[in-house]
T-cell receptor, first 113, second 111 residues
Framework: ETGVTQSPTHLIKTRGQQVTLRCSSQSGHNTVSWYQQALGQGPQFIFQ???????GRGNFPPRFSGLQFPNYSSELNVNALELDDSALYLC????????????FGAGTRLSVL | AQRVTQPEKLLSVFKGAPVELKCNYS??????LFWYVQYSRQRLQLLLR??SRESIKGFTADLNKGETSFHLKKPFAQEEDSAMYYCALSDYNFGNEKLTFGTGTRLTIIP
């Protein structure tokens, strides 16, 4: 059983640029959630995808968008990067009927300069 | 809106001493509470959930709806318990699962 994998592990961008982060779900999982974790804070829910559609969203602006593919892998896209977007981005996968158990990836550390 | 509060950012405990990590929540419905743990250089992982009513690695947590608390306890701390601990609340609505996390408590066990 493979776990949740995220790429890249680290990324440096400048303000105004766009970024795409990738996540492969744990085998057998059909739901993906994305979280943002700023330094010294707990993870904050960005959105969730199920069956390739957004299935709930946290308090993040529209420049945060995502995709889920037929193989249940997922992307997080952030446009017009701001300095405050610097954070660790976590992907978590789960199975729809067992949603309360989420399995996390190691995260992508994004630095915006 | 739901909120999870962990009042201690840092907690140091001697090996063999009891451990209690505090967690309080606010939520209008029937909450489901979790403790997640992150050991050094490892990913965030589920430690325990209140509906399971189980003890994991010697840790237990009881949901107290009157005090809106879900404190994590262990009677005798071990060095391998040193980690970052997050309390989280589940907001399950129409098939959408959202976890709300506290800010975390870094537990250090002193040998």
């Amino acid at each position: 059983e493979t776990g949740v994998t995220q790429s890249p592990t680290h990324l440096i961008k400048t303000r105004g640029q766009q970024v795409t982060l990738r996540c492969s779900s744990q085998s057998g999982h059909n739901t993906v959630s994305w979280y943002q974790q700023a330094l010294g804070q707990g993870p904050q829910f960005i959105f969730q995808y199920y069956r390739e559609e957004e299935n709930g969203r946290g308090n993040f602006p529209p420049r945060f968008s995502g995709l889920q593919f037929p193989n249940y892998s997922s992307e997080l896209n952030v446009n017009a990067l701001e300095l405050d977007d610097s954070a660790l981005y976590l992907c978590a996968s789960s199975y729809q009927t067992q949603l309360r158990i989420q399995y996390f990836g190691a995260g992508t550390r994004l630095s915006v300069l | 809106a739901q909120r999870v509060t962990q009042p201690e950012k840092l907690l140091s405990v001697f090996k063999g001493a009891p451990v209690e990590l505090k967690c309080n929540y606010s939520y209008s419905g029937s909450p489901e509470l979790f403790w997640y743990v992150q050991y050094s250089r490892q990913r965030l992982q589920l430690l325990l959930r209140h509906i399971s009513r189980e003890s994991i690695k010697g840790f237990t947590a009881d949901l107290n709806k009157g005090e809106t608390s879900f404190h994590l306890k262990k009677p005798f701390a071990q060095e391998e318990d040193s980690a970052m601990y997050y309390c989280a609340l589940s907001d399950y609505n129409f098939g959408n699962e959202k976890l709300t996390f506290g800010t975390g408590t870094r537990l250090t066990i002193i040998p």
